[in-house]
């Protein structure tokens, strides 16, 4: 009902395969049995608007069913989830379903109800601004700590919008610009390029004069294809010239990188799929 982007892949097969309804109530003696559905109480308070109405239904707020989500989901579907709440296009933040900053103050209320460890802990790796789920996935595996199967090459932001010089602005017939992600303190952006928006001559020399005038402005772009987002080996070579451009070095030292890896890797839709109709 709250048309959180890409939300199969989000959640994956056991929930949206799942035919049941969950709902709340809030007396441990109101619970009922039904088909279909799964009842659960609670009777500890619950922060101002956590229920809201939605064509006459009341459902839960998005920052509750983060935190009722937080019970079912895995750490790396949860970040993932969080990512996709926060989701907006470039420089259009009101679009946003909610927010990092409302997610924390309304997780930071919920202390004793389930979910709320996990939650805390996911909101760490949670920023506002991705696009689409490929920069979420993209995000995620560069900057997720190497315990949770990332990189952990962090300080990346979404989408940052840099400012044209009049001389660049004529030249692209645009006075600003977006990065998919950005290292504001080494300059360094790094763009998502996928085949279906990114593959004719014309999208392609435009991305080449795109990088060159904000190399002229100190910014370094590296683009990140899907072949490489897709390919594992490729994807840590991509990972490893980054680090080595931000001036940092990668070294795994904990044995639950190789499991949780894999596991991040198994987030990514399937190409066939999806056919690319994500940028």
Same mark, same amino acid.
């Given at each position: 009902?709250?048309?959180?982007?890409?939300?199969?892949?989000?959640?994956?097969?056991?929930?949206?395969?799942?035919?049941?309804?969950?709902?709340?109530?809030?007396?441990?003696?109101?619970?009922?049995?039904?088909?279909?559905?799964?009842?659960?109480?609670?009777?500890?308070?619950?922060?101002?608007?956590?229920?809201?109405?939605?064509?006459?239904?009341?459902?839960?707020?998005?920052?509750?069913?983060?935190?009722?989500?937080?019970?079912?989901?895995?750490?790396?579907?949860?970040?993932?989830?969080?990512?996709?709440?926060?989701?907006?296009?470039?420089?259009?933040?009101?679009?946003?379903?909610?927010?990092?900053?409302?997610?924390?103050? =309304?997780?930071?209320?919920? #202390?004793? $109800?389930? @979910?709320? *460890?996990?939650?805390?802990?996911?909101? /760490?790796?949670? !920023?506002?601004?991705?696009?689409?789920?490929?920069?979420?996935?993209?995000?995620?595996?560069?900057?997720?700590?190497?315990?949770?199967?990332?990189?952990?090459?962090?300080?990346?932001?979404?989408?940052?919008?840099?400012?044209?010089?009049?001389?660049?602005?004529?030249?692209?017939?645009?006075?600003?610009?977006?990065?998919?992600?950005?290292?504001?303190?080494?300059?360094?952006?790094?763009?998502?390029?996928?085949?279906?928006?990114?593959?004719?001559?014309?999208?392609?020399?435009?991305?080449?004069?795109?990088?060159?005038?904000?190399?002229?402005?100190?910014?370094?772009?590296?683009?990140?294809?899907?072949?490489?987002?897709?390919?594992?080996?490729?994807?840590?070579? =991509?990972?490893?010239?980054? #680090?080595? $451009?931000? @001036?940092? *070095?990668?070294?795994?030292?904990?044995? /639950?990188?190789? !499991?949780?890896?894999?596991?991040?890797?198994?987030?990514?839709?399937?190409?066939?799929?999806?056919?690319?109709?994500?940028?």
């Amino acid at each position: 009902m709250w048309n959180i982007p890409c939300i199969e892949a989000v959640i994956g097969n056991e929930v949206t395969e799942s035919e049941i309804t969950d709902i709340t109530v809030s007396d441990h003696n109101a619970r009922f049995l039904i088909n279909g559905k799964k009842v659960h109480s609670t009777e500890m308070r619950l922060p101002n608007k956590s229920i809201q109405t939605l064509n006459g239904i009341k459902v839960s707020s998005p920052e509750l069913l983060f935190l009722e989500l937080a019970n079912k989901l895995s750490i790396q579907r949860l970040i993932l989830l969080g990512l996709q709440l926060c989701s907006h296009p470039p420089g259009c933040p009101s679009r946003a379903i909610t927010t990092k900053q409302k997610l924390e103050r =309304f997780i930071s209320k919920t #202390a004793g $109800h389930r @979910g709320h *460890r996990k939650a805390m802990r996911a909101l /760490k790796y949670i !920023e506002n601004g991705s696009a689409s789920i490929m920069e979420s996935l993209a995000y995620m595996i560069l900057t997720l700590p190497h315990a949770m199967g990332g990189y952990g090459l962090k300080g990346a932001v979404f989408n940052y919008e840099i400012k044209l010089s009049n001389n660049a602005s004529m030249r692209l017939d645009q006075d600003r610009c977006f990065l998919d992600l950005y290292y504001r303190h080494a300059k360094i952006g790094v763009e998502y390029d996928s085949f279906t928006f990114h593959n004719s001559p014309s999208e392609q020399g435009r991305d080449a004069v795109r990088s060159a005038v904000l190399s002229r402005q100190g910014i370094e772009v590296l683009h990140m294809y899907t072949i490489q987002l897709y390919n594992k080996e490729a994807c840590k070579d =991509f990972a490893y010239n980054l #680090a080595a $451009h931000l @001036g940092k *070095r990668i070294q795994i030292c904990t044995n /639950k990188f190789d !499991e949780m890896h894999t596991l991040l890797r198994a987030l990514l839709p399937d190409k066939n799929h999806y056919h690319e109709l994500l940028p």
